[in-house]
Structure formats: C-alpha cells, structure tokens
C-alpha cells in the first residue's frame, strides 16, 4: 500500500529542509555530553542509533559519559559515606574506587551498545569502532569551603592531537569522567567539566549537553530557543533559581562559545531524537547558545543565488512578485542583501538606484515561510533603507500588487506612476498595474 500523500510530503518537505544541515556538518567535530542517567535509564539505545546516524553522515563524534548514579550505587552497596561541596564530590579513597569500577562499567556498556548491528534497525550494517584512553590530564581541586576534595579533579589538558588521529580513522571517541597526572593519579571529573575542555581543545562544531530539562526557559517559563554568550551569561548571573542542570551546563555553554566553539546546545534527554530534531530541523528542540546573533544581514554574493532563488520562486508562482531569471539574477546579484539565521538564508531584498533622481527602488523583499511574523521582513526593510541612505538617495520607492498595507504602516505613501524614476517609468507593466508607494528617506 502507498504511503499517505500528506505523510510522504512531509517526509520530502523535512529531507529537504535538512540537506543544508547535513551538506554543513560533513567533517566536523561534534562533542556530546550526557549523563550516567542515559545509560541506567535505558536512553542510550536510542541515542546509540542517533549517534551512527552522524557517524554516517561524516560527523567526527566525541561522547563524554557521566556516572553519577553508578557511582552513588557502588558507594551505597559499600555502605560508603556521600558527601558534597558546593555541588562537587569529596572522593576520598573508597570513593576513588567506587568511581573506577562505575565508570568503567558505564564505558563498557556504551562501547557494547554502540557496537550493536541489529537488523532491521538503525544500527543495521553498522561498522562502528570506539576508542577509549588516557586523553584527559587532571589536576586535583583543593580544598573547598574548607574541605578538602582529595581525589576530585579538574581538567589540566585534554589531548586533542590523540583524539583527533583516532577521528581522523573514522572512530567514534569516548571520553570517562576520569583524568590522570603525570605522577600517575587518578582524579574523579564531572562530565560539563571534561566536555567543555574537550569541545574547546577540539575547536569543536558543536558543544551538545543532555539534560534533564528541556532546555533554558525564561522567567515566565517560555523556552528560549536561541541566546548569545552574552544573554546566557546574565541568565547565569541572575538572581532567579535555575533548574540545576541548566546551573551546571549553561556556564560551560558560555565558556565554550567564548573559546572557540560555534555553537553549544541544551536538550532534553528524555526526548527520543532530541539530537536530530535539534541539529536537522530549523525550530530545534532546546536552547542554542553562540558566541554572536545567530542572524545576521550582508550583500549577497555570486553564490547566493540558489538561495535567493528558493525563496523568490514561490513569491513568483503567486503574484506577489515579478519571475526574475536566473541569468538576470546572477547579472543583478549585487544589488541583493541577505538576511541569514545560522548560515542558512531566510530573507533577501534588492536596492536599485536612480542616482539621477536620488531615487531607489526596493525591490524582491522576500522571507522563508517558516520565519516569518517574527519581524524579519522589517529588518531586511530598515537594512535597505540605511543602504539607500549611505548611497546618498533622497527617497524609496517599492512596486507591489499584494502588500500595499504593510509598506503603508512603515512610512510609505501612495504615489502616482509618474513620480517615478523615468527609466522606471518606461518599464511598467500597465498589464500587472503595480500601486507605487513612496518614503522620503
């Protein structure tokens, strides 16, 4: 039986909306962090074909596993004392042990997991290696509070010429929440600590934490979908109570974007997919922090066309614009602006000047379905306005069939065909009948 026709289109629409995504991500570094709760919780079986999937697509993956509840077990069958200092272990000798035995069965259950090639699955076919070391030299923390931590550590150096050779072979790299010294101790690591360091040390694409939560949320509770280094950092140093993962994950976002890493991520562990659906789909999932706005506006270039086409031609087919050419397009490319969102175009409009006149024409202002009613459109807007106003022109003037209103609410007024440039003159479409409207800039 065929698939229904709504579901296949969507399936079409999604594949086609995340070919960009795949085509960027191909040969770069991601490093996921998550902790020991994915694994004794059973999530990791599903993340384990997520994690093939990008391995698949040519992505270089290092996984940083916590093992906290393993090792409250351990110490818990011990009958073992559990204490903690401002959030960090005290991992005396007996907690030192209890550390090695749950973090390394939590790497072997991982490494199994990943080597699975179950068919009829995601995992079918796979040909998976991991790789597993001392990459990560620690450094003891002292006394906190006056306590000392003994055995708990920090990360000194992650070795990122190691990790990156066993990349560079294809391998899937696997990092403990465990460091060693040169003098040969063992130090316990929490896993935002170790993560970070290796996102960094890696010039990592991505930083990706999963969490508990669903990611950052504002102080009504609204999920902030996307937020600079610099707005996370005062989310951190607000007064409001966060929940604590997003306490202990978000300031390693932060440190991360400001080192180097283009973008960190926080999503929820609980969702199957998370990972996907935030890397390959426009909404995301979670909350995306980066080192500056992730839109951004410039003049296009010769190899913007594709783009600007994708979002001109639909605009075309029904009315609301004139059909250019690609031919015209590519002869005319330089009086495009573009309006980006993570590399990704989603807007565009055009300057032409009547330098005669002191005169402009906007023109082909268009925005991807899926953003607009957000203020975009206002933005490409404002952008060409201060172009033509940099180019010395007086006034604006735009031809359009379907969106009188809006450029009314923006300052234009109608104006008559005649009042417009004489070379413009002589190319309207009296067929069409375009209203002209006008802004004196």
């Not at 991601?30 to 384990?48: D, K, P, R």
């Not at 979908?225 to 007064?239: D, F, H, M, R």
């Not at 033509?388 to 234009?412: D, I, N, P, S």
């Amino acid at each position: 039986m065929p698939a229904p026709k709504l579901k296949t289109q969507s399936f079409v629409n999604w594949f086609r909306s995340a070919a960009p995504y795949i085509h960027a991500f191909g040969g770069r570094t991601f490093v996921i962090a998550f902790g020991g709760e994915v694994v004794s919780e059973g999530e990791f079986y599903e993340l384990a074909h997520d994690v093939n999937l990008l391995n698949a697509l040519d992505v270089r993956v290092v996984l940083v596993h916590g093992a906290r509840p393993q090792i409250e077990a351990e110490l818990k069958e011990r009958d073992a004392t559990i204490q903690y200092v401002d959030g960090l272990r005290v991992t005396d000798s007996e907690a030192l042990a209890c550390v090695k035995e749950a973090a390394g069965s939590v790497r072997v259950e991982i490494e199994a997991l990943l080597s699975m090639g179950l068919p009829n699955s995601p995992m079918a076919g796979a040909d998976i290696r991991v790789a597993s070391g001392n990459f990560v030299t620690a450094k003891p923390m002292g006394v906190h509070n006056g306590v000392d931590l003994q055995h708990t550590g920090a990360v000194r150096k992650v070795d990122a010429i190691a990790i990156q050779r066993r990349l560079d072979l294809n391998e899937i790299v696997l990092l403990s929440p465990i460091g060693y010294s040169p003098t040969g101790e063992v130090f316990n690591l929490t896993v935002e600590d170790v993560a970070t360091h290796a996102a960094i040390a890696l010039k990592a694409e991505k930083l990706i934490f999963m969490m508990d939560t669903l990611g950052v949320t504002d102080v009504k509770g609204r999920m902030l979908k996307e937020l600079t280094a610099q707005e996370a950092l005062k989310i951190v140093k607000s007064t409001r109570e966060l929940p604590l993962d997003v306490g202990f994950y978000l300031p390693c976002a932060v440190k991360a974007c400001r080192n180097g890493v283009a973008r960190a991520h926080l999503i929820s562990r609980h969702v199957d997919g998370a990972i996907l659906q935030e890397l390959f789909t426009r909404e995301g999932i979670g909350t995306m922090v980066s080192p500056e706005p992730v839109e951004s506006m410039r003049q296009a270039t010769i190899e913007d066309v594709g783009g600007v086409l994708s979002l001109i031609e639909p605009l075309e087919e029904a009315g609301v614009l004139v059909r250019r050419s690609r031919e015209l397009l590519e002869m005319e490319i330089e009086r495009f602006y573009i309006l980006e969102h993570d590399g990704i175009t989603i807007g565009c409009a055009a300057l032409y000047p009547f330098a005669e006149e002191k005169a402009g024409e906007l023109a082909c202002l268009a925005v991807h379905a899926d953003y607009r009613d957000a203020g975009r459109g206002a933005t490409l807007l404002a952008f060409v306005e201060a172009a033509a106003c940099k180019k010395k022109l007086k006034r604006l003037f735009v031809l359009t069939t379907q969106t009188a209103h809006w450029f009314v609410e923006r300052g234009y007024a109608e104006a008559d065909v005649a009042e417009l440039p004489r070379k413009k003159q002589m190319l309207y479409n009296y067929q069409r009948k375009s209203k002209v409207f006008v802004k004196r800039i």
